[in-house]
DNA sequence: ACCTGAACACCGTTCAAGT
DNA sequence: ACCTGAACACCGTTCAAGT
């Protein structure tokens, strides 16, 4: 097992995170480590600081590649459309074990892609006219929805791992069903704190109940 | 710096935890060993794990604190006290170095205590007469805005920890500044979703809107 | 009751050197 | 261009032994 995929081959960025994310599914973030992976590579650690930076910029690919594994969704109402998207990411983070941790960390250090916060934004903006666009909040309901996306997820992410091991006592199950409700019930209410939607088609009927609220900043999106 | 706290006097789980708190502000939690700790203690590394099973346990304890310190708020509506209650825990969080990703993996773990979920269940049965609560529905909204509240905290917590090592073009005052804009309509959103509080005094007036949409289940609370 | 000393099995990262 | 070999400065945890 130790050098077995030590082919005289030489290693690839795409390959090396291949290998790393179905080592993070059968260890878990805490032992996904550069020795770890340096070994089911057959290769020495200081071979990985070839391709990567360091240990943080490997596990952003890693992230990127489970949030881009995101399914699309199909057409629908701006809210059919947000919550779908968000349902695709959830699932996207709950599919690789501690995934949710991982892009959690990986975001919040300023590493990784926007493709979350962007398939987000472009889903509240549907197909409203430019008129009705109010892009200050466009991002920051974005951002807000990701927050809650990833803190529950995170949540639910270890304590599924955690009841694998019997510290908790509810079965894998459970855990994941009562969560989808949770998760469910958490996009219900923040889609009820949009505005409502403008109607498809009805250019001209400008909504400004939220521009009148806040102060117009610079529409420079910022990353999340 | 080394052995300077180092009397012959012995520590105490609370002893240890208030230098681990503070070890925390200067280092940051990747940096906060149990090999530092001890030397901070001046005491043997070994001897640590007299009065804690393991470093997670002990995070625990430092995860319990930071939310215990979260400052009590003033009566008022219910929607008032729910945000009130969520701006305290923002706070405490905050204001610690790394808090919220410590409180948030302990939680995870389902380790730690219950304070931040009971804080948040009292505020949002407020005043109701026993009759128009569905406890269930509490929890759950308990849930939610938590899980809201920590991947919010984390996210910008990381975040500022980044711009302080230059990694970020904004500067710290600007991210407390625009993220504290995010948590306040992050709230908004969610406070939109719950049903309307029952006036108080109204007593059997009882609101079923919530309790008809969903099963009953067990009304034990669930540990968050 | 509380801690020391020593050990075990690990880490991330750097850097000269090889091919 | 891609990797080896060796080293540096660390980890968490266990356990016998001391006081």
Redesign the interface.
Known sequence: MDARDARAERHTRDGIIDTALSLLEQTGLPDLSMRRLATALGVQPSALYWHFENKQELLAAVADRIVAAAQPVAPGSRDEEVAAVAHALRDALLAHRDGA?TV??T????LGSDAAHLRLAAALVGDASPADIVPEDVQ??A??IL??????A??V???IQ?ARFG??PAGEADIAE?TA??FA??L???????PAAAPPDAAGTHDASRAAD?PMRSATP?R?
Chains 1, 2 share one sequence.
């Open positions: 941790e959690l960390s975001q919040a250090l300023g920051a309901d951002r807000v927050q809650f996306i990833l803190g529950h995170s949540l992410q270890q304590r955690a510290a908790f009562s409700d949770d019930r958490g219900r209410m923040l889609l009820a704190g949009l806040q910022l999340q």
